[in-house]
């Protein structure tokens, strides 16, 4: 609906994203709505996102990336949002969240250990946060990790992990405390190997959305992982990880604009196709009027996450702007989704519309990686007023 070439990406940018434009309205698309019924995460769908090099797009050639930066990324992320939010979230799952860490804060033997199946797509990592107890307050982090003759022991569980059981999932980084300094809990995070004793991936859950994701629960009982699986500086675990997630607001930012837009396509082309008392449903003024707001919904999310992203490749401070991105991108999806439903009536209520997936979708990016409260109060410290 809003014409790409207006916001001055840059023609490698622009032909990237029409590239992935293209790939979601002739592969994702036609595959969306089965994957979604059957709550099956489509493997061979995940291998072509690899071989079109979308894991490795925001990470340097000489480690296997494509060298581009975190706009374009998010780019590819938006145009997969438009169509499936289920892919668009495993693809930002695996990069911001799997393989990120590793490239960030991982060593060069850790480096070259993961990174080249990860960036190929040939592999996925998980990011092993969020507790029953630990979610907004990841302080409250429960999971143990203790030192015991060379290896890392970890008890604990993890909830809601994206990417954690897929047939190619090769790893989940974990937060764990492993002790206290100056009177704090000191927690750090560590890389245990899928398949290592004691590590269990629990049934995938029966979600309201987002049902071709793959999101299980994990358990660590008496789990040894060798003492060099820990990743970044001991005791730097959340801070390092804050900034993980810092990036991955803009991502899930531009996801939730692509589900706006793909709301937004969806209801322009019913509009003018639905018959109403004898004019087509675009005739109404009240509908237009609604079309004309899912319209600015879209551009205003477009243009908060371009900034942020902007501000991150430009190695300028981004927390903010990242967080006004995902909370004005999030609220966008969700009243697209809702206005979408309500342009199709009785059929923005049947599964096999795809308004109908957006508004079951759309609700968690107003959850996941930091609630819009969460993204509330990070604004409200930047005011000085909190």
Same mark, same amino acid.
């Given at each position: 609906?809003?014409?790409?070439?207006?916001?001055?990406?840059?023609?490698?940018?622009?032909?990237?994203?029409?590239?992935?434009?293209?790939?979601?309205? $002739?592969?994702?698309?036609?595959?969306?709505?089965?994957?979604?019924?059957?709550?099956?995460?489509?493997?061979?769908?995940?291998?072509?996102?690899?071989?079109?090099?979308?894991?490795?797009?925001?990470?340097?050639?000489?480690?296997?990336?494509?060298?581009?930066?975190?706009?374009?990324?998010?780019?590819?992320?938006?145009?997969?949002?438009?169509?499936?939010?289920?892919?668009?979230?495993?693809?930002?799952?695996?990069?911001?969240?799997?393989?990120?860490?590793?490239?960030?804060?991982?060593?060069?033997?850790?480096?070259?250990?993961?990174?080249?199946?990860?960036?190929?797509?040939?592999?996925?990592?998980?990011?092993?946060?969020?507790?029953?107890?630990?979610?907004?307050?990841?302080?409250?982090?429960?999971?143990?990790?203790?030192?015991?003759?060379?290896?890392?022991?970890?008890?604990?569980?993890?909830?809601?992990?994206?990417?954690?059981?897929?047939?190619?999932?090769?790893?989940?980084?974990?937060?764990?405390?492993?002790?206290?300094?100056?009177?704090?809990?000191?927690?750090?995070?560590?890389?245990?190997?899928?398949?290592?004793?004691?590590?269990?991936?629990?049934?995938?859950?029966?979600?309201?959305?987002?049902?071709?994701?793959?999101?299980?629960?994990?358990?660590?009982?008496?789990?040894?992982?060798?003492?060099?699986?820990?990743?970044?500086?001991?005791?730097?675990?959340?801070?390092?990880?804050?900034?993980?997630?810092? $990036?991955?607001?803009?991502?899930?930012?531009?996801?939730?604009?692509?589900?706006?837009?793909?709301?937004?396509?969806?209801?322009?082309?019913?509009?003018?196709?639905?018959?109403?008392?004898?004019?087509?449903?675009?005739?109404?003024?009240?509908?237009?009027?609604?079309?004309?707001?899912?319209?600015?919904?879209?551009?205003?999310?477009?243009?908060?996450?371009?900034?942020?992203?902007?501000?991150?490749?430009?190695?300028?401070?981004?927390?903010?702007?990242?967080?006004?991105?995902?909370?004005?991108?999030?609220?966008?999806?969700?009243?697209?989704?809702?206005?979408?439903?309500?342009?199709?009536?009785?059929?923005?209520?049947?599964?096999?519309?795809?308004?109908?997936?957006?508004?079951?979708?759309?609700?968690?990016?107003?959850?996941? $990686?930091?609630?819009?409260?969460?993204?509330?109060?990070?604004?409200?410290?930047?005011?000085?007023?909190?």
């Amino acid at each position: 609906m809003i014409d790409l070439s207006t916001y001055d990406l840059g023609e490698d940018r622009l032909e990237l994203a029409r590239l992935v434009r293209a790939f979601a309205d $002739e592969v994702v698309a036609p595959r969306a709505y089965e994957a979604d019924r059957t709550k099956t995460l489509p493997m061979d769908v995940v291998a072509q996102l690899g071989d079109l090099g979308l894991f490795g797009l925001p990470f340097p050639e000489e480690v296997g990336g494509q060298g581009g930066d975190y706009t374009t990324l998010c780019l590819a992320i938006e145009a997969l949002g438009r169509v499936d939010q289920s892919i668009a979230i495993t693809l930002e799952a695996a990069v911001s969240l799997g393989a990120m860490p590793i490239h960030r804060f991982g060593t060069d033997a850790q480096r070259a250990q993961w990174l080249p199946d990860l960036l190929a797509g040939r592999a996925l990592g998980a990011f092993g946060l969020t507790e029953p107890e630990a979610g907004s307050d990841a302080a409250a982090t429960r999971t143990t990790a203790r030192l015991d003759a060379g290896e890392w022991v970890v008890d604990g569980s993890k909830q809601f992990i994206t990417n954690s059981g897929t047939p190619i999932t090769r790893f989940v980084t974990v937060t764990a405390v492993t002790g206290e300094r100056d009177g704090r809990t000191e927690i750090s995070t560590i890389i245990v190997p899928s398949g290592t004793p004691g590590f269990a991936v629990g049934p995938a859950y029966d979600k309201v959305g987002w049902h071709a994701s793959d999101t299980h629960p994990l358990s660590f009982s008496g789990v040894r992982v060798p003492e060099e699986n820990l990743l970044g500086e001991r005791g730097r675990g959340i801070a390092n990880f804050l900034h993980i997630l810092d $990036e991955g607001r803009i991502a899930i930012a531009a996801l939730a604009t692509g589900a706006a837009e793909g709301c937004l396509e969806a209801a322009v082309d019913y509009a003018r196709r639905r018959t109403v008392f004898g004019a087509a449903l675009s005739t109404r003024q009240h509908t237009q009027f609604v079309l004309a707001a899912m319209q600015q919904r879209v551009h205003t999310a477009r243009l908060a996450w371009l900034h942020a992203a902007r501000l991150r490749d430009g190695g300028k401070p981004f927390t903010t702007e990242a967080a006004v991105a995902k909370l004005t991108a999030s609220d966008a999806a969700m009243a697209n989704a809702r206005d979408a439903t309500q342009v199709f009536g009785g059929n923005g209520f049947m599964n096999e519309y795809p308004v109908a997936r957006h508004y079951r979708d759309s609700k968690i990016l107003e959850i996941g $990686e930091g609630t819009n409260e969460v993204q509330l109060l990070v604004i409200a410290r930047a005011l000085g007023v909190a």
